[in-house]
């Protein structure tokens, strides 16, 4: 890991946090892809229950790159030419591969995103997740599966990105928690490699 790659985590997998984009592009790409990207909000099953996701969502990627998690099955869209430079430019950096691409889009401080772990069969052993915030800063929040009180909180915002890896899908999970306070828009681009 290069030094400006520091690892996050105390223990248990690797995250790590660079600024990618300037705030103008930031902006520029979040305006593109909120006006392009046909936006959904999916039913999931929670604890049996079927509830709307507290966002939108749309999932891109090859074909036969179809993801599940929570009773969802979701076919791929083709690769928009943004996103597809925001691929290749985050390959790049984080020195990986990947083969598509789940896009949340957080309205406001009530749109939020509970806790989980991206550890889905799809992904395989120790998938690398590479996660790129356009838009308002929200506080995200790692937390450790097992010893739920140790925590690593921390802020993503305009052009941030976050690459978790090693074991870190499978030892932490992470969210994006709702607030009262007025905020305004976020959009997440989270890029994995779906194997099979």
């Given at each position: 890991?290069?030094?400006?790659?520091?690892?996050?985590?105390?223990?248990?997998?690797i995250?790590?946090?660079?600024?990618l984009?300037?705030?103008?592009?930031?902006?520029?790409?979040?305006?593109?892809?909120?006006?392009?990207?046909?936006?959904?909000?999916?039913?999931?099953?929670?604890?049996?229950?079927?509830?709307?996701?507290?966002?939108?969502?749309?999932?891109?990627?090859?074909?036969?790159?179809?993801?599940?998690?929570?009773?969802?099955?979701?076919?791929?869209k083709d690769?928009?030419?943004i996103?597809?430079?925001?691929?290749?430019?985050?390959?790049?950096?984080?020195?990986?591969?990947?083969?598509?691409?789940?896009?949340?889009?957080?309205?406001?401080?009530?749109?939020?995103?509970?806790?989980?772990?991206?550890?889905?069969?799809?992904?395989?052993?120790?998938?690398?997740?590479?996660s790129?915030?356009?838009?308002?800063?929200?506080?995200?929040?790692?937390?450790?599966?097992?010893?739920?009180?140790?925590?690593?909180?921390?802020?993503?915002?305009?052009?941030?990105?976050?690459?978790?890896?090693?074991?870190?899908?499978?030892?932490?999970?992470?969210?994006?928690?709702?607030?009262?306070?007025?905020?305004?828009?976020?959009?997440?681009?989270?890029?994995?490699?779906?194997?099979?």
């Amino acid at each position: 890991m290069s030094p400006n790659k520091e690892n996050l985590l105390p223990k248990d997998g690797i995250a790590w946090k660079i600024k990618l984009l300037e705030k103008e592009r930031s902006k520029e790409l979040m305006k593109s892809l909120v006006d392009d990207v046909k936006w959904k909000q999916e039913k999931i099953f929670i604890f049996g229950r079927e509830v709307l996701q507290p966002r939108l969502s749309a999932w891109f990627g090859g074909e036969g790159k179809s993801y599940s998690y929570s009773g969802l099955n979701l076919e791929p869209k083709d690769w928009s030419p943004i996103l597809f430079e925001l691929k290749t430019l985050i390959e790049k950096v984080s020195e990986r591969s990947f083969n598509s691409a789940l896009l949340n889009y957080y309205r406001d401080g009530k749109d939020s995103m509970g806790w989980h772990r991206d550890n889905e069969k799809e992904l395989g052993q120790n998938p690398v997740v590479a996660s790129l915030s356009l838009g308002q800063k929200r506080r995200f929040i790692m937390r450790h599966y097992e010893n739920k009180r140790l925590k690593v909180p921390m802020e993503l915002g305009e052009g941030d990105l976050l690459v978790m890896e090693g074991e870190s899908q499978h030892k932490w999970e992470h969210g994006v928690p709702k607030t009262a306070k007025e905020l305004g828009p976020r959009l997440n681009i989270t890029l994995r490699n779906i194997k099979f």
